[in-house]
């Protein structure tokens, strides 16, 4: 690659006088598109005695707008990293028009054990790992921590659209779904929302926003179009969540004029039957009385009534007794249940959105 600079003298600035002043466009060998800055300052003769250079002036071009997608933010969801991976053999150079930050995994201390928390490093979470002092408090200086830095200094300044791509693990089983959290400004939410929909999953879901340390969260606190979404679930590659995964990023790339190309809906968001639930109520959980076994009775997806029996739980050591039936809490529709059937007391085991368009 040829780079052509001023022809006046220059020198590369540091530290606090540092000047953005070329954005460079890089192929890297795996393919991935990344915007590479360059901060030099125009320089001239002074006239002095020591013929020190001076600042001239200095040319500034910071592009603060682009879109990055994340997967693997926990290690044992794979719809995420496997539509990202195959994103980066698929988009051509020649049609990128502004910054694409693609990241299969972000997390590969836990992608590496295939659990949700790094496991073999410093057994933190990394989606509870974006809180003050990430990285730089001594006491929150590991590898997971440090990731969370480094989205923070490296990724946030990059990026105006956040895709952070995530499955049910062996946790809970999803109805397909992309998610945020309630958004006061109306002009965010509506670009929230329509960046949700055309990942053309059956359900859009906003949720609460109390849990401390998510990625997500604070993205959206910055000011980020984001979104997050659950393709999956029993640690497995789904079909469909791929698709969806591949959808939502090549849709917000080029609606979002960072990608040249044409996107049209699929799924859910092309046949009209998407839905939009909310779960921020904590009526919306059921979670188990007692440790047991999980019967699903109706599957992700449907309709329900308060007081309708979405699974049974089972106490194998009273085998006389019948499964502790698993009620709706709310009115609306069944947007996860446990997927083990295994379940520790206290677990959340159905949950039901409250539908809202």
Known sequence: MRFLWPRVAYRPLIGPTF?????????????????????????GPTGDA???????????FLIQRGLVAFGSTHGNEYEGPTAIKNLLGEIKLEDVQGRI???????????????????????????????????????????????????????????????DLHSGGNQIRFDLCASFHPIADPELAKA??????????????????????LLTSEAERLGKITVGTELGWGEAVNREGVAF??????????????????????????????KMATIVDADCYTSAPFEGHYEEVLPCGTRVKKGDIAG????????????????AGVDGVIVGQAWGARV??????????QVIG
């Not at 929230?192 to 340390?213: H, K």
């Not at 090549?250 to 046949?271: D, F, S, T, W, Y």
């Not at 049974?312 to 009620?327: S, Y």
Request: glycine content about 10%.
């Open 312 to 327: 049974r739980l089972h106490d194998f050591d009273r085998i006389d007794e019948p499964g502790w039936p698993v009620r």
């Open 101 to 163: 930050i693609l990241v299969p995994v972000l997390n590969p201390e836990a992608f590496r054990t295939g659990t949700r928390d790094s496991v073999g490093a410093d057994r933190v979470n990394l989606n509870r790992a974006f809180v003050e002092g990430a990285g730089e408090n001594r006491a929150l200086a590991g590898i997971t921590h440090r990731i969370a830095q480094f989205v923070r200094r490296h990724i946030w300044p990059h990026a105006h659209i956040v895709l």
């Open 50 to 60: 020591e013929s020190r250079p001076r600042l001239l002036g200095v040319l500034t």
């Open 192 to 213: 929230t929302e329509d960046a949700a929909r055309w990942f053309g999953v059956p359900l859009i879901m906003v949720y609460q926003n109390l849990t401390p340390g």
């Open 344 to 353: 520790i007391r206290g677990q959340h085991i159905v949950c039901v959105g």
């Open 245 to 274: 995964g591949r959808q939502g990023i090549l849709a917000a790339a080029v609606r979002h004029g960072q990608l040249r190309g044409e996107v049209k809906p699929i799924g859910a968001h092309a046949n009209g039957t998407q």
């Open 19 to 43: 000047f953005p002043v070329y954005v460079l466009v890089l192929k890297l060998a795996l393919g991935l598109t990344v915007l590479v800055t360059a901060g030099f300052a125009i320089l």
